[in-house]
């Protein structure tokens, strides 16, 4: 975790070091004021924060713009051919190949300690044993209050993973079309990914209604058409909009808007009344979209919160990503439960598809010991 900045350190001196420090302390915002001139950068830029888990005005989006910028120059924004759902596929398809049985529709209910070592992980009425170790890609509440027995980690290993928050909520909002996109400016018609913000500006103040518990007047809306890249996913003629809404509370108190009623929570009437703002949002740059709309399938952060337990919250990002946990203050890879390993977005380096927690932990369990490094160095004596 920490090798980068020693290498900083050692190749650029305290100077570099220093630098890298107060981009990782500054926002996105003052990041953005400071290296661009006028709101252009800031209008395309800013919004991706929400990727990340953060605000505008977040410490350490400083650090995170760059990040961003560079991963999107270099790789772009893939989609899988015929649907996400591919992608599963192509995972299982490669881990038979290499011999790895999954398990799917079993709840595990206990890491098995055998010394205080971790054994295995068992359910109701099954088990599976461990031959190297245990990882677990779950919440820090999850590993340290649930599947491990009380008692088993230190008293301050359990109560910070019991004071670990969860971020924003989020929203998923899937509109079928009859037709394209009456997009008003018909570039975007070949724009596989839009965002609907003002920069910033806009950006912040859906991000700090959402902090007060408040549905957002005017939410970033991240406005995905995979179809303009893979033409498989929709029939002939049609189209789809994958809207993503990453500025929403859980529990809502009200609605700065004052249009909806949000005493009963997330259901079915409010997931509606605010998939309706946020379609007239879009309409409003694609005007007529409302006519072509022939079906809609909204995921609400308490959706989310129940399909997947360890979006607590309806956090997509597994925590919240504020500097005081991320980064060094992440939850950590090892735990004090020897052969137990914590991986996923809560670990570092924090949310993504990338699966750097997983390919970490694994490069440090391939790689050799002391002990195996001298036994491989010393031939064996001859019987």
Do not use: K
Not at 27 to 43: I, K, N, Y
Request: aromatic fraction near 6%; charge should be neutral; proline fraction near 9%.
């Amino acid at each position: 975790m920490l090798g980068p900045l020693w290498g900083l350190a050692r190749d650029g001196g305290r100077r570099e070091l220093a630098a890298y420090a107060r981009e990782v302390a500054a926002s996105g915002r003052a990041w953005l004021r400071t290296h661009f001139r006028g709101p252009e950068v800031d209008h395309i830029w800013a919004p991706w924060l929400l990727h990340a888990g953060l605000a505008p005005d977040s410490a350490s989006g400083g650090v995170m713009l760059p990040v961003l910028a560079a991963t999107l120059h270099a790789a772009g924004l893939p989609v899988v051919v015929g649907g996400a759902g591919n992608f599963v596929t192509a995972w299982e398809r490669l881990l038979a190949e290499r011999g790895v049985t999954v398990h799917t529709d079993r709840r595990v209910e206990r890491v098995v300690l055998r010394d205080g070592v971790a054994a295995g992980v068992a359910g109701d009425g099954w088990s599976i044993a461990a031959e190297r170790a245990v990882l677990a890609s779950v919440a820090p509440a999850a590993l340290y209050g649930s599947l491990l027995p009380p008692g088993t980690v230190p008293a301050a290993v359990a109560d910070e993973a019991a004071r670990f928050r969860p971020g924003r909520a989020a929203m998923q909002v899937h509109v079928a079309l009859s037709g394209p996109v009456p997009w008003r400016d018909p570039a975007l018609a070949g724009v596989p990914l839009v965002h609907l913000s003002d920069g910033s500006a806009s950006t912040a103040i859906a991000c700090a209604e959402a902090e007060a518990g408040l549905l957002p007047r005017r939410p970033t809306v991240v406005v995905g058409q995979q179809h303009v890249l893979d033409p498989t996913r929709v029939p002939a003629g049609a189209a789809a909009l994958w809207l993503q809404l990453q500025e929403l509370p859980f529990a809502p108190v009200g609605d700065a808007a004052g249009e909806l009623d949000v005493a009963r929570g997330w259901d079915a009437g409010l997931a509606r009344g605010y998939a309706d703002r946020v379609l007239d949002r879009v309409a409003a740059h694609a005007p007529g979209l409302r006519d072509l709309v022939v079906g809609t399938d909204v995921i609400t952060p308490a959706d989310l919160a129940a399909y997947n337990p360890n979006a607590i919250a309806g956090d997509p990002y597994g925590g919240s990503a504020e500097l005081d946990q991320n980064f060094l203050w992440r939850s950590n890879h090892t735990t004090p439960v020897p052969r137990l390993w914590h991986i996923g977005a809560s670990t570092h380096p924090g949310p993504g598809l990338g699966g750097a927690s997983g390919h970490l932990v694994a490069r440090r369990l391939l790689t050799p010991t002391m002990p195996e490094r001298l036994r491989r160095m010393i031939p064996a004596r001859p019987r």
